[in-house]
């Protein structure tokens, strides 16, 4: 999984590294921030805020959630090919059912409040064949993609937890340090002894 997820992340590395892209100035100013290592290495601290920056974009009824995804994790300095990825939760599967629970959601908050939030667009619209209410609507999607972006963060912990070094980043220092442990305990074997004099 994690060689998979490596090679993944190399060729678009390598990609954005293009003399093509590198030689437009405009383009270069965008993905110069791309190349560090630190927003494409998986740790647990990077994982999680890209989850929840991914999270939180793919419950936007927006296009392009995948490229507000990678700009606010630039912004965020955090993982973001898997804050792109978390954008595919959303996908032409999944999106009716998805607006669905945000108009419901919205509507259970709008009854449980006091007062009248968003009444100026309390109106239906209908959107590739979902009847939603717009105040509702708007209501529901907020409060789904901050619940999601808050709760990604204990999962992200939690699933760490069970992963070797916790999920936490090597430094070339703990690189190192790991190498020479396992060389102790595993002593390489010598070469045999030719028989030349």
Not at 2 to 11: D, F, Q
Not at 13 to 31: D, E, G, M, Q, V
Not at 120 to 138: C, P
């Amino acid at each position: 999984m994690k060689r998979r997820y490596l090679r993944m992340v190399r060729r678009a590395y390598r990609y954005l590294r293009h003399p093509h892209i590198r030689k437009r100035p405009w383009l270069a100013a965008l993905t110069k921030p791309l190349f560090e290592r630190d927003l494409w290495h998986p740790c647990r601290y990077t994982v999680a805020g890209g989850l929840s920056v991914g999270l939180f974009c793919a419950m936007l009824p927006i296009p392009f959630q995948m490229l507000l995804a990678a700009l606010a994790s630039v912004r965020a300095r955090v993982n973001i090919p898997i804050a792109m990825a978390a954008c595919w939760v959303s996908n032409p599967f999944t999106q009716a059912p998805i607006w669905l629970a945000q108009e419901r959601l919205g509507d259970w908050i709008r009854s449980k409040s006091d007062h009248d939030v968003l009444h100026i667009l309390d109106v239906e619209k209908t959107v590739f064949g979902v009847t939603l209410n717009m105040a509702s609507f708007i209501v529901g999607f907020l409060t789904l993609g901050i619940m999601l972006s808050i709760v990604a963060y204990p999962i992200v912990y939690f699933i760490s937890a069970f992963l070797p070094n916790r999920g936490k980043r090597l430094t070339p220092a703990m690189r190192r340090e790991e190498m020479a442990s396992r060389s102790s305990t595993h002593p390489q074997k010598e070469p045999p002894a030719s028989d030349q004099f």
